[in-house]
């Protein structure tokens, strides 16, 4: 994984070269079930943002202390309680979006991302840049999560920001309806993986091209 | 961090003392954070309990509070699923108004369905609602309130009308409209009132005289 240690290259990193769930295809068990709606998914990227960095940070102010042995149930015991004073809040604070996100609010435990970047990067660099690296791969992964839910409530429900309000209070919302009906197919399970595919494949699409086009100016200046 | 092999012996130590010390600091956090956010959780979930009993009490009118009035029937019961069912139950001076059950339908298509089911003194139905499910999104999910009205259309029925045996969905030959695609999740819906209405109509005084005492002793 390439984190050239300036903050640039690792937001980059963690958007687009090496998004937790574009390149790395990690965290996809979450990725996968709540994307049914922009609200859901951009709720749980926030939650996964905010918990990655809090671990990259814990991760490595303490990685002097970390016996490389155990360093593997030391990540998870701290990630573990992060995940749970995380959910206490969600419950405190926004009763409907954790009612709404259920057990994948506790589940960001399992989320590969998050021991991953504690045990490649936090453990191994200084603080400001693991924080930045936790907030950049969480930003990554709540705009994978926030575009595929878009997708699929647009296509399964013809709405977008349905149910606006469990983020920020007020009455229930029930979203801009952009179309009558919809593609149910979206919302189902098999909708998330051709959404993910579609994103993955974009994602290459797109890389391939700037490669090519790169390669091309490169052949014109000899 | 580099150790020799041979100094497995006292790195097992410092390895489980490290695990031990973290443990306790992790353990302080969460019960820190759970402290100061344990008394605003039991609000909201008091206040989201209240919410969600209005909508199956509509029309009704009375004086005492709802969920101050708990009464926990314990299994055996001859209402839906095995589960101990609680039952909020209004009164209007004193005079029995209605009672809203907590019902665990076990046969939805995936897993239980949790239902409000409001009914009056009468035998009516005045209002029923999902506290919480598991079915496929976009079809078993449509019976929600805030999806659909197709848990409307039980309001202000009973027993006699429609009649019993037209206690169905309208593919089953009954009275009631089915959501295409989810038939097994309203089936298992119009069976959980019908059977709510029947335990009603048998227990009706038990009900409304027995003592909220006996909530204390349950700890739901």
């Known amino acids: 994984m390439s984190a050239d240690g300036n903050t640039g290259g690792i937001l980059a990193s963690g958007l687009w070269d090496d998004n937790p769930g574009l390149v790395q295809l990690l965290g996809l068990c979450p990725l996968l079930a709540v994307t049914t709606s922009l609200v859901n998914g951009l709720s749980l990227g926030l939650a996964t943002m905010l918990v990655l960095g809090c671990s990259n940070l814990l991760v490595s102010a303490s990685r002097r202390w970390i016996v490389s042995e155990i ?7 701290i990630i573990a309680s992060l995940v749970t004073c995380i959910e206490l809040v969600f419950k405190a604070y926004f009763p409907a979006l954790d009612a709404s996100l259920g057990i994948f609010i506790p589940l960001i435990v399992t989320n590969c991302a998050v021991t991953a970047r504690a045990e490649v990067f936090a453990s191994r660099n200084p603080v400001a840049p693991s924080v930045a690296d936790g907030l950049a ?19 399964g429900h013809g709405t977008m920001f349905y149910r606006l309000d469990m983020l920020f209070g007020g009455d229930p919302f029930t979203g801009l309806v952009l179309a009558d009906g919809g593609f149910l197919l979206a919302l189902l399970p098999p909708g998330a993986f051709f959404s993910l595919a579609i994103a993955v494949a974009g994602k290459n699409a797109l890389d391939s091209r700037r490669r090519h086009h790169i390669g091309a100016i490169a052949r014109q200046s000899l | 961090m580099g150790r020799s092999p041979e100094g497995d012996g006292p790195g097992v130590w410092r390895s489980g003392l490290t695990l031990a010390v973290l443990a306790a600091i992790c353990t302080g956090l969460v019960a820190i954070t759970w402290q100061l956010t344990a008394a605003r959780i039991a609000g909201n979930e008091q206040a989201a309990l209240e919410r969600s009993l209005e909508p199956t009490l509509s029309g009704v009118f009375y004086d005492n509070v709802a969920t101050e009035s708990l009464l926990v029937i314990p299994p055996p019961h001859d209402l839906p699923g095995t589960e101990p069912v609680p039952v909020y139950r209004v ?15 076990p046969g939805g298509y995936a897993g239980a369905i949790r239902l409000l089911v409001g009914i009056e003194y009468s035998g009516e139905v005045t209002g029923v609602r999902v506290l919480s499910h598991r079915e496929t999104p976009g079809l078993g999910d449509l019976i929600e309130a805030s999806k659909t009205n197709w848990l409307e259309q039980f309001r202000n029925t009973s027993l006699a009308a429609p009649p019993r045996t037209e206690w169905a969905i309208r593919r089953d030959g009954g ?19 019908r059977q709510t209405l029947v335990y009603f109509e048998g227990h009706r005084d038990f009900i409304f005289e027995a003592a909220g005492e006996e909530t204390t002793e349950q700890d739901e």
């Open chain 1, 71 to 77: 360093r593997i149930p030391m990540y998870v015991l």
């Open chain 1, 137 to 155: 791969m969480g930003l990554g992964f709540a705009l994978l999560l926030m575009a595929i839910g878009a997708f699929r409530e647009l296509l």
């Open chain 2, 91 to 105: 009164y209007s001076e004193s005079e029995p108004v209605a009672a809203v059950f907590v019902i665990t339908e």
């Open chain 2, 175 to 193: 009275a009631f409209d089915q959501i295409t695609g989810a038939s097994v999740t309203t089936r298992a819906v119009v069976r959980a009132i």
